[in-house]
């Protein structure tokens, strides 16, 4: 038996958490948000969530097996969090065709062109988001009416989403119902909706400690000051627009976010302020994935200048 | 709550089970390695067929960092030669063998210990009679680490200590062996703990503890109260490695070690228990570090032995009840730095804190992933590293950045493994950086005292 012992470095224990733990948390943590998409839009939410799910699965499959030659690797989970995250940032309206597309933009050159998992240095579900946004403007732009045509697919009456009508100058910021806003009970995309759902999401991944509160808190501190400041609606800011689907589970992704604390709030802080920047100025209502993309890209820089303070290092003198 | 380090840290399953001390039988061989210790390996002071008796020195130190070592049992001296260590190398050694009647000779005077001090000559000892004393009992750090005890006790010219440190920390998962001779013997740690202070001349002294061990939290404090110097028992949160040598430090007083200095640099002298305590042995009864206590985990009768040094690890293993079929691994120390071993038909040293037994389906790890880029590891490191970076740039052998990066700040403790979701082997690439940008380090040195 001795001559058959095994020899490795330390340590000899290791945590129980893995990569496929970490992306079934999120799934799990996307579960209240994805339920409330169903409950607002039924049919459509369902179409649109199993399309994008099961094709970036296949793409990623196909992608591996064909054109990288690996063996795929779908149980990890990260393909089927793609998916998950590209239909909550779509209309549930969006026919399947267009979702396919996304999907293998989101898969195809989001992620796998990159080198897949853990390569890409951008959020592979915006860049299918974005990519369908400047693509398909007009069926990007036209959001379901919750609870309206549930058992309706494509043809579920739509209506603009609050920014956009309030950018319009449709509606002024206060005369909007903050309790309808968080109950989602305005027009958006899958995962607009819903606040309570998605915090209590967040509440989960800070629980189970898959992700820290420097990011989420720090983007969502910096467009509430950033609102206070030019007298805009606070709570109109936090609560629409996909800003709480973007600062919980679109920023906070492992591969293309900072990797240390500090760097994480300077990540945040600017994803808080180009969303308002583009809000405000910009052309579009809503800058939440641009934002990130952006930031997304500064990353590396981010993570080459902005580091922990090493132990011991407090008195070096430069 | 207790007191804690800055930066970092995890929290692994503790999987500790206070047991009490138990003697074992003194084995009839014995095979002591000339290199126990971290420095120059001793030299052999008998030749084969010298008789000699137990708590004789067998080898002398060598060098400036070395220890010399004792025989824990009467004997025959069989071999001066080449034997095999428990990770698979070949070492310089001395085989002593015992006969019946050495051998019942020795547990009778290993049951009863007589005094060649009495305590008031203890307290009449100057530090450098007892730095000579620590040397001569061939004393090392028992908390793993095995680096010579009198070398740490001199302290530097020019420098200043101010702070006795004692580490009853025992961070690592499984290990109970400073828990079990914290509660035991705290008056025996209490009198090294008296002496080591002399010996560095200090006249405050700290021992830390985590909280895990009320027991002995509530021992120390007790024996502190009536030893009639100033020691503070701190209770420490349980975190890995809360007794890390530079983390305990700053737990206890607040003070960072600069990054390549010693902690005696901030005023602290660090020592473990258990060290104290055989301080305190060889002062009063003269005895040299000829046993320690280890820790076994994972065989049918695990718990704390007090062991000879030299003792084949088979035997112990036999003594705690054999290791199950399906054994994987055998580990030397705790299962954050402890070392795998080749083979358990080797002699234990003055180092080995624990041997815990792995079975095979624990052993076994799940398929190296990509870096998902998560950044646990930079959240783990005590140190305020980025193991990521330097685990990848030492692979790649980008020494020159790694050195930047300050690989060689790296205290070895694992978290950054424990905690890799996609199962890395960050400090095994870590340790290669380290070593080789060390060896660059001390070239570059040489060459410029050449010049």
Redesign the interface.
Known sequence: MENMLIISGSPHVHTSRTVRSCMWHVVAALVPALGCALFYFGLGALAVVSVSVLSCMAFECLIERYMLGRRPQLSNGSAILTGLLLALNLPSNLPAWIVVIGALVAIGIGKMSFGGLGCNIFNPALVGRVFLLLSFPAQMTSWPLPLADRLEYVDAATGATLLSRIKMGEVSADDIDLVDNALGLVGGSLGEVGSIALLLGMIYLLATRIISWHIPLSIMGTVALFALCIGSNVGVELLSGGLLLGAIFMATDYVTSPMCHKGMVVYGVMIGLITMVIRHWGAYPEGVSFAILLMNGFTPLINRYIKPRKFGERRMAK | MGTTF??GG?H??ENKTAADIEDVELPNEVTLLLSQHIGAPAKAAVSKGDRVRRGDMVATACGVVSACVHTPISGVVTKVDRSLTPYGYMADSITVKADEADHCDDEVRRKNVEPCRSIDELDGLDGERIRAMVADAGIVGLGGAAFPTHVKLAVPKGLKADVLIVNGAECE?YLTADDAIMRLCPDEIMGGIKLLMRAVDVKRAIVGIEENKPDAIVAMKRAAACCGVDVTVVPLKVKYPQGGE?QLI?ALTGR??????LPVSVGAVVQNVATARAVYRAALYGEPLMERVVTVAGTARPGNYRVPVGMGINELLKVAGGIP?D?????I?G???????????APLTKGSSGI?V?L?RE????AV????????C??A??????P??ISTLSRFRMFDEAEEQ?VT?CI?C?SC???????R?L??YV?YGKATVAERIRQRKKKCEDK
């Not at chain 2, 960072?256 to 200095?261: A, M, N």
């Not at chain 2, 054994?327 to 580990?331: C, E, L, N, P, S």
């Not at chain 2, 992933?369 to 646990?376: D, H, L, S, V």
């Not at chain 2, 424990?418 to 199962?423: G, H, K, L």
């Open positions: 800055n930066k995890i692994p399953a998962p530079k700053f960072e070690v600069p990054s390549g200095g079929a054994t994987g691994k055998i580990v120390g299962p954050m730095m402890g070392k795998a071993i080749e083979t358990i038909y815990l792995i095979e052993a076994s790890r799940q992933m990509p870096c998902i880029r998560c950044g646990a930079v959240e490191c005590p140190m305020g590293l980025e990521y970076l300050k700040n070895e694992g493994s424990y905690v890799c979701p996609a199962a082997p400090l095994d340790r």
